[in-house]
């Protein structure tokens, strides 16, 4: 038994077990309401930036049957290989917010865990949700959750994430593993709350080069599409990240607030939750990062070879600690946030024959005033003060009005203006293939977004100014344009029902005025055409229709395994090429399932189905899902 069946193996046998064992101890606790005691832990980062919010009794299912990452965020995104647990760049120019320092871009941070509860759900003592997704080629990716409160004053909490994905292609098998491990406490009194977190992440992902020719795949027929040849038919990439976090917060001033009943998930009572004032508080954040990457060297794919001229075996790692203070205060009767503190962070890197580190501190103030629950104006600023790119600065403002008459809507405004440093492996990298010896200069960036909610659609434009913009030329090289470069966009996201038909559509359209260093299509398109309805006595919500996603033609970037990076290429246009998914969707209760058969118009309408270069997405076929959740 190969190593793939193996896998295989285990994953199914730890599915069913997993899924039995959770099923038969969750359905004895299930409950139909919760008790009117409930309460939140309340540190402020938690409370503020959940990243998934569950509920189970709404009946929400727009969208659900949409499982591959890229289409979730289609009309932004830029990049994608083709199959689940493929590298996704959903953000063209991918900078961060903030002032550190990262070693690179990750392209798989949708397929991993992050330094906070994934699945904490505050106001349950028992929940948990499970999810599994076979596709075609044996694809499966399952999802589990469970937190728990341990008595009145703390709680745990785990997730696990385990994504099998072979592709339609030659030597294309991503494996994805993430767990989260966290424990939430806080005094009786509510002064003190304290949460740790134990973050494992791991991709093991079995990358060719790309096809050695796009057009091999138009003239496939009758034939397996895993003979066509592809470069680098042996190459593999493996990372490994660990994540130890520490928060606490000492509360001196807090506030009882009414909760009401959830509207949306009629299993929620009304509560009365405690909301900090004032407070003091600390993160921590340790973590360890290594990644490995080896293949034969193929001159067709590979501008030099720099160690050894056979074979690659290219390392790196880095190792960084993080802190982060700050006081915060809410003022006249909570309108008025102000926040001031401090950041340090402290990373050492090794590469073949360099070993380097980097620290910088900042110092951070924020204020924001909430008038009449209309006018809402925020602004941050934040500097470093010593250590590396000591001159880098971010300052964020923000503006939203909302009308008197909530037909109306609300207008929002954000301003963003930085200046930070370039990712690590850009200025310093050693590696077989490539070797990269720069000193870029900081990044300035301005962002303008004004957008417009109504409740029958939202629009609004986004323009992006850069100055020494980071990015890879066509020899997959860093390159740093020191010229202002830039481009706007607008969206338009509306519903149209009519009595049980629906139609979503969302638009962007993108106004590029610097094409040899930034490539977008001028317009993406998702629309979703189904009907809604409950079925055998309300007791079943049921959804069927058509998605379909569609962009104009343009020079997608290549993407060069050995790197993880997309870089600029003018010989391959993608584009012009409906992927069209037919899907039906119910839920019953706690428990949603949906089946579909994704891009129908494999071999119909054309083979041109890429979205990168090298990378065509996969050809027609079916796809199962199921999401289950269990409370108490």
């Not at 209309?374 to 503006?399: F, H, P, R, T």
């Not at 079925?535 to 970037?557: E, H, I, S, W």
Request: hydrophobic share 35%; charged share 20%; aromatic share 18%.
């Amino acid at each position: 038994m190969n190593v793939y069946k193996r896998l295989h193996h285990h994953f199914r046998i730890f599915n069913c077990t997993a899924l039995f064992i959770i099923s038969a101890f969750q359905l004895s606790a299930q409950k139909d309401s919760l008790a009117e005691n409930r309460f939140r832990f309340f540190l402020a980062d938690q409370v503020e930036h959940q990243t998934k919010v569950v509920f189970v009794d709404s009946g929400f299912l727009n969208g659900f049957q949409i499982t591959n990452p890229f289409f979730f965020d289609y009309t932004n995104a830029s990049g994608y290989l083709g199959n689940l647990g493929s590298a996704l760049r959903t953000d063209y120019f991918g900078l961060n917010n903030d002032l550190n320092f990262y070693y690179r871009q990750d392209f798989y941070s949708s397929y991993h865990f992050n330094d906070h509860p994934v699945g904490f759900d505050g106001s349950r003592n028992i929940h948990s949700m499970m999810e599994y997704y076979r596709g075609a080629k044996k694809e499966q990716d399952f999802q589990f959750s469970h937190s728990q409160r341990l008595g009145k004053n703390c709680a745990f909490g785990l997730d696990y994430k385990n994504t099998i994905s072979p592709s339609f292609y030659k030597r294309a098998v991503t494996n994805s593993r993430a767990f989260d491990f966290y424990f939430i406490f806080e005094t009786g009194n509510s002064r003190y709350s304290a949460f740790a977190d134990y973050v494992s992440n791991r991709t093991d992902n079995n990358i060719n080069g790309g096809l050695v020719s796009d057009t091999s795949l138009e003239n496939v027929s009758g034939i397996d599409i895993k003979t066509l040849p592809v470069n680098l038919d042996d190459a593999q990439w493996l990372t490994k990240q660990k994540s130890y976090v520490f928060k606490h917060q000492f509360n001196f001033k807090i506030a009882s607030h009414p909760q009401p009943a959830s509207k949306s998930d009629t299993t929620l009572k009304a509560s009365i939750i405690n909301v900090p004032l004032i407070f003091l508080h600390h993160d921590f954040n340790y973590s360890k990062y290594g990644e490995l990457f080896t293949s034969s060297n193929d001159s067709a794919v590979w501008p030099a070879n720099y160690y050894d001229p056979l074979t690659t075996v290219d390392t790196a790692s880095t190792e960084q600690f993080l802190n982060s203070v700050y006081f915060q205060s809410l003022l006249w009767n909570e309108k008025i946030k102000l926040n001031i503190g401090a950041n340090n962070q402290y990373m050492v890197f090794k590469q073949h024959d360099i070993d380097s580190n980097i620290t910088h501190t900042s110092v951070f103030a924020s204020g924001a005033i909430d008038i009449n629950q209309q006018l809402d104006a925020g602004i941050y600023y934040e500097q470093n003060i010593n250590g590396d790119a000591n001159s880098a600065y971010m300052m964020k403002a923000d503006l939203s009005y909302a009308f008197a008459n909530s037909k109306w809507g609300k207008l929002n405004l954000v301003l963003i203006n930085v200046k930070q440093p370039a990712y690590i492996m850009a200025n310093v990298y050693r590696t077989n293939h490539f070797i990269h010896n720069n000193d870029f200069a900081l990044i300035n960036r301005q962002v303008i977004n004004i957008d417009y909610s109504h409740r029958l659609f939202s629009t609004g434009v986004r323009m992006n100014s850069l100055k020494n913009f980071v990015y890879y030329d066509s020899t997959a090289s860093p390159t740093q344009n020191q010229s202002y470069i830039g481009y706007t966009s607008a969206y338009l996201k509306f519903n149209i029902r009519l009595r049980k038909f629906n139609w979503i559509n969302d638009f962007n359209f993108v106004s590029n005025r610097d094409k040899d260093v930034i490539h977008l299509p001028a317009a993406s398109i998702h629309a979703s055409i189904f009907y809604d309805d409950y079925l055998f006595k309300n007791a079943m919500r049921a959804q069927v229709g058509f998605d379909v996603f569609y962009n104009t033609t343009y020079y997608a970037d290549a993407f060069m395994p050995a790197l993880q990076e997309f870089y600029i290429q003018e010989k391959n246009k993608t584009g012009n090429y409906p992927f069209i998914d037919f899907f039906a969707s119910a839920k019953i209760r706690t428990a949603k399932i949906f089946i579909k058969v994704e891009n129908i118009g494999s071999g119909w309408i054309g083979k041109n189905y890429f979205i990168t270069p090298g990378y065509p997405m996969q050809g027609r076929g079916m796809r199962f899902g199921l999401q289950w959740s269990f409370f108490s």
